[in-house]
Nanobody
Framework: QLQLVESGGGLVQPGGSLRLSCAAS????????IGWFRQAPGKEREGVSC????????NYADSVKGRFTISRDNAKNTVYLHMNSLDPEDTAVYYC??????????????????WGKGTLVTVSS
C-alpha cells in the first residue's frame, strides 16, 4: 500500500522550532517532487514549501521564507520541513504530498498524486 506518513508535529512556544518528517512506504520518493501544505482552522489549505525530485529546486510561500527549510534524504525515503521562529499564525495541520509527473528540476503546489493524513502543529504560549 502506498502511503505518506507525517510526524513531528506538536505544541511549541512562539519563537520555537520543530522538524516535520514525511516518510513514504510502499514506494520510493526518488522520482517524486514533494510539497508541504497546511490548513489552519477556518482557512483553506495552502502550499508552504516544495522540493523537486532532484532536490535542486525548492520553493516557499512568502509567509515562511527565511524561517522554514525543506530538505530530502532519499536514502531514508523521507522529506523534512525544518520550521524555525514559529508564530501562532503557523498553527495548522501540516500535510505532505507527492507529485510523480513533474519535471525533475521543478516543483509546484499542484497536481499531487499522493497525500498524507497530516500532523498538527500548535504554536502557543
Amino acid at each position: 500500500q502506498l502511503q505518506l506518513v507525517e510526524s513531528g508535529g506538536g505544541l511549541v512556544q512562539p519563537g520555537g522550532s520543530l522538524r516535520l518528517s514525511c516518510a513514504a512506504s510502499g514506494f520510493t520518493l526518488d522520482y517524486y517532487a514533494i510539497g508541504w501544505f497546511r490548513q489552519a482552522p477556518g482557512k483553506e489549505r495552502e502550499g508552504v514549501s516544495c522540493i523537486s525530485s532532484s532536490g535542486n529546486t525548492t520553493n516557499y510561500a512568502d509567509s515562511v521564507k527565511g524561517r522554514f527549510t525543506i530538505s530530502r534524504d532519499n536514502a531514508k525515503n523521507t522529506v523534512y520541513l525544518h520550521m524555525n521562529s514559529l508564530d501562532p499564525e503557523d498553527t495548522a495541520v501540516y500535510y505532505c504530498a507527492a507529485d510523480y509527473h513533474g519535471p525533475p528540476m521543478s516543483c509546484s503546489f499542484h497536481g499531487m498524486d499522493y497525500w498524507g493524513k497530516g500532523t498538527l502543529v500548535t504554536v502557543s504560549s
